[in-house]
Nanobody, 125 residues
Framework: QVQLVESGGGSVQAGGSLRLSCAAS????????MGWFRRRLGQEREFVIQ????????YSADSVKGRFTISRDDSNNMVYLQMSGLRYEDTAIYVC??????????????????WGQGTQVNVSS
């Protein structure tokens, strides 16, 4: 029933921009913190950025700070990841995830309950 479906991935040159989308369904979207994670080739999944259930606060990994922005549209159950100044090392599968508002705090990056399948982003150097 719960679904998180990412879209918007593709190939881009270093320095370029890309916007990823995540369509959520099957749960009370407005009660969940939403986040983006990524898995680079040969590496474990890592936290990228998240936005709290109210849309008031965001928290991002240092590696993407100032370059990536997360936003949410509760009226349409959508989460977005706006990426700019892309680098080769940003190449990864990007995954959308959801976490209950009651689990963790702004700086907590674990405890996510629902996960999408991911969308591939390739950045050419």
């Amino acid at each position: 029933q719960v679904q998180l479906v990412e879209s918007g991935g593709g190939s881009v040159q270093a320095g370029g921009s890309l916007r990823l989308s995540c369509a959520a369904s099957g749960f009370t979207f407005s009660s969940y913190t939403m986040g983006w994670f990524r898995r680079r080739l040969g590496q474990e999944r890592e936290f990228v950025i998240q936005i709290d259930y109210s849309g008031t606060s965001t928290y991002s990994a240092d590696s993407v700070k100032g370059r990536f922005t997360i936003s949410r549209d509760d009226s349409n159950n959508m989460v977005y990841l706006q990426m700019s100044g892309l680098r080769y090392e940003d190449t990864a599968i990007y995954v959308c995830a959801a976490r209950s508002r009651w689990a963790g705090n702004l700086f907590y990056t674990s405890g996510y309950s629902y996960w999408g399948q991911g969308t591939q982003v390739n950045v050419s150097s």
